[in-house]
């Protein structure tokens, strides 16, 4: 079903155009719908994500973000100052590789890490 919740939380995935935490989207969703709550949010993430209309993305040591599936394959680069995730418009296709015996590889990703533009502005 397609409440405004729903909406809502999609449209802020869009306007983004970055992987966010669930406090990211929660926080910015209430800037659209102010009384979106968390378990409505953390139900939203379930169902979209069960319904492949919202990737996961994990980085170690923090938290899971989303962000909208995407047609073309991309690299990240997380900033090191403030923690922001920035999708980079850049193509790119993983090697292919071939896993080791028993390993089912059903994803993978490419970081690269170092400042934004606001933090090396001084801004951030
Ligand atoms: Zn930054």
Do not use: W
């Not at 015996?101 to 001084?122: H, K, L, N, R």
């Amino acid at each position: 079903m397609r409440t405004r919740q729903r909406e809502a939380i999609e449209a802020v995935l869009r306007e983004a155009g970055r992987p966010l935490t669930r406090d990211e989207i929660l926080s910015f969703g209430r800037a659209k719908v102010s009384r979106l709550g968390p378990a409505t949010v953390d139900r939203t993430i379930r169902e979209l994500a069960a319904n492949f209309q919202l990737v996961g993305v994990e980085f170690p040591g923090q938290p899971r973000r989303y962000e909208l599936p995407s047609e073309n394959e991309h690299p990240h680069f997380i900033c090191r100052s403030c923690d922001y995730v920035f999708d980079l418009p850049v193509a790119m296709r993983l090697p292919k590789i071939r896993p080791p015996e028993g390993f089912e590889v059903t994803g993978g990703e490419v970081i690269y890490s170092g400042t934004c533009p606001d933090c090396a502005s001084g801004a951030g």
